[in-house]
């Protein structure tokens, strides 16, 4: 989601939490500031849960004898888990495709102060005496 125009849009960033009755939260900016750092911080911790979440489920589907309420325990964390994972796919797709359409920034001459090298001399080796 683009918050201003020009060359300096900013990008509303999903949080990978959200606020009172289950809303969406954002945060707007560059992404370099204290909130964008911490949400970076809440998925990686929510992507290692889920890893770690997976092993687990494996490891209980291929006990003998596993009873119903741990089935269930089980798909509510597997969801919520999932849930997670989807909104933190949601969040930087979205932040990808702003960095994708941002024009390249236009190279910049150099300015009349600044000395101008001249090009380094084209060796050619075939024609070494």
Known sequence: MRVTGGSNASVARLLPWTGTGGKPCYVVGDGTGYVSRKAGEVEE???DMAYELLGHADGLLTE??????????????????LEQVQRIAESRGSRLEAALARP???PQPASPSEPQLPPLPQSNSDTSP
Do not use: C, M, N
């Open 45 to 47: 911790i929510q992507l």
């Open 64 to 81: 003998p004898g596993v009873t119903a309420p741990e089935l269930h325990f089980l798909a509510r964390r597997l969801t919520e888990s």
């Open 104 to 106: 390249e920034p236009e």
